[in-house]
């Protein structure tokens, strides 16, 4: 069980799957804390899971502020969550 198990389930469509081993291999300390965390932020991105990716790419911040792709992650959902009109959806 490593990352690329994982990335290959989420490549073909079991994201839930892919959680499951990467929680796994956080509970059981395998591999690099900070991919682990990283990818996990990525597969619940794709599943639309918001809250969940903010939360786990903020970890991944926290371990290696230098991480550019946990940055370009985060920025990336700040601005789709930044983008609609606010003053639409509460008059």
Do not use: F, S, W
Request: proline share 2%.
């Amino acid at each position: 069980m490593n990352i690329e198990d994982a990335k290959q389930l989420a490549k073909q469509g079991d994201r839930e799957g892919a959680i499951a081993m990467l929680r796994q291999m956080l509970e059981q300390n395998e591999g690099e804390r900070e991919l682990v965390l990283l990818e996990l932020g990525v597969v619940y991105n794709a599943m639309g899971e918001t809250t969940q990716a903010i939360n786990h790419l903020n970890e991944v911040m926290r371990i290696n502020p230098e991480n550019i792709k946990a940055k370009a992650y985060l920025d990336m959902i700040n601005g789709i969550l930044d983008y609609y009109c606010k003053d639409l959806l509460n008059p």
